[in-house]
């Protein structure tokens, strides 16, 4: 990974962070925000694969975890996962069809709300999934993979962007 991919997909975990968290909070409905840094860690697993849907996993869920978590790397851990799982299908896919990744962070939106709902109210023995699964879980799932909509084209042409330029300073030195 070069530093512009680096410095590019940082840029992203962050404005990300600070629109899911100020932006997104205004616009809610009914109290549910999209999940924006799950679209860029699943975007950026899907487009070049599960190392960086790792990487990008782990610091997008460390940087929720640092501002909002109640345990220091539940999130990491949960981000990190998925980051890795949606990084898996980048060599079976293509993505450059808008299709598939907006299924596939739908796909992981809602993996997410149901490990965080295990993990956090689950084992407290609160048992209402049907309430949580219909007033969170899918509005937020729909949420998100409407703005993922917007949002995974703006992923894909920064990194065809900087693919371009990477091949371009590879022939340089050919």
């Known amino acids: 990974m070069n530093i512009r991919r680096f410095f590019a997909n940082f840029i992203f975990i962050i404005i990300s962070f600070i629109l899911q968290t100020t932006v997104f909070r205004v616009l809610d409905f009914g109290g549910i925000a999209p999940n924006l840094m799950m679209i860029v860690v699943a975007s950026l697993g899907f ?4 190392t960086t849907g790792l990487i990008t996993g782990f610091f997008s869920g460390l940087l929720v975890d640092i501002f909002f978590g109640t345990y220091l790397g539940f999130f990491a ?3 990190m ?3 890795f799982i949606v990084g898996k299908f980048h060599e079976v896919f293509f993505s450059q069809n808008i299709a598939i990744p907006i299924v596939f962070i739908t796909i992981a939106d809602f993996l997410f709300g149901f490990v965080c709902y295990v993990l956090m109210f689950l084992f407290r023995t609160r048992f209402n999934i049907g309430y ?4 969170v879980i899918i509005p937020e799932m729909v949420y998100t993979a409407l703005v993922a909509i917007f949002y995974y084209p703006v992923i894909l042409s920064v990194n065809n ?4 330029i990477e091949q371009r300073s ?5």
């Open 161 to 164: 962007r900087i693919d371009e």
């Open 132 to 135: 949580y699964m219909v007033n």
């Open 47 to 50: 487009i070049k694969g599960d």
């Open 81 to 83: 996962y998925l980051g």
């Open 170 to 174: 590879a022939k340089k030195f050919v």
């Open 77 to 79: 851990l949960i981000y």
